[in-house]
T-cell receptor
Framework: AQSVTQPDIHITVSEGASLELRCNYS??????LFWYVQSPGQGLQLLLK??????LVQGIKGFEAEFKRSQSSFNLRKPSVHWSDAAEYFC????????????FGKGTTLSVSS | ETGVTQSPTHLIKTRGQQVTLRCSSQ?????VSWYQQALGQGPQFIFQ???????GRGNFPPRFSGLQFPNYSSELNVNALELDDSALYLC????????????FGQGTRLTVV
């Protein structure tokens, strides 16, 4: 069965420092992978997506992610974190070939310290 | 362009009651999916509607049901509410085609007492 694991429940990063959020997936075929961000009490905003091709994907707000098939991973990175990046981050894998039905991980809460 | 809108934003129901949540999809989108997000958890896929028919379902009992209308808006109905149904319910719509993405609404916060 498809699943997504986000090993880190909570991460604290200093403002201006780099960030890496981990995501591991289990999926039988080539996965469609996504990273979403959720601010408190809000819906989900798509940061970036991977369907195929270049394994390094650029997203909004300066985020990028790298797909590594050998490690079943899709880690999210940002070179310099801003205080406004504090939020909940979710990695997801698509159940279908359209990316409309998603299996989410449990999320990683990012706190940014000054 | 209007995004995905959900109503109501909050509601409180009593155990055993029935509830209907509504979702207006983004213009041009023909697929709607629903998710349940319990506090401190990731969203869980409930089901998806395409062309007014359910075409994918997660691990939820039949008391969770839905509808999609010709204008692609959607409803989520939950019968015989249980305390564990308390959650944020998220609706997402998607445009036609493959390799697309889901655009989420702000959610409806349901509290069952």
């Amino acid at each position: 069965a498809q699943s997504v694991t986000q090993p880190d429940i909570h991460i604290t990063v200093s403002e201006g420092a780099s960030l890496e959020l981990r995501c591991n997936y289990s999926y039988g075929a080539t996965p469609y992978l996504f990273w979403y961000v959720q601010s408190p009490g809000q819906g989900l905003q798509l940061l970036l997506k991977y369907f195929s091709g270049d394994t390094l994907v650029q997203g909004i707000k300066g985020f990028e992610a790298e797909f590594k098939r050998s490690q079943s991973s899709f880690n999210l990175r940002k070179p310099s974190v801003h205080w406004s990046d504090a939020a909940e981050y979710f990695c997801a894998v698509g159940l279908n070939q359209a990316g409309t039905a998603l299996i989410f991980g449990k999320g990683t809460t990012l706190s940014v310290s000054s | 362009e209007t995004g995905v809108t959900q109503s109501p934003t909050h509601l409180i129901k009593t155990r055993g009651q029935q509830v209907t949540l509504r979702c207006s999809s983004q213009s041009g989108h023909n697929t709607v999916s629903w998710y349940q997000q319990a506090l401190g958890q990731g969203p869980q896929f409930i089901f998806q509607y395409y062309r007014e028919e359910e075409n994918g379902r997660g691990n939820f009992p039949p008391r969770f049901s839905g509808l999609q209308f010709p204008n692609y808006s959607s409803e989520l109905n939950v019968n015989a509410l249980e305390l564990d149904d308390s959650a944020l319910y998220l609706c997402a719509s998607s445009p036609p085609g493959v390799r697309t993405e889901a655009f989420f609404g702000q959610g409806t916060r349901l509290t069952v007492v």
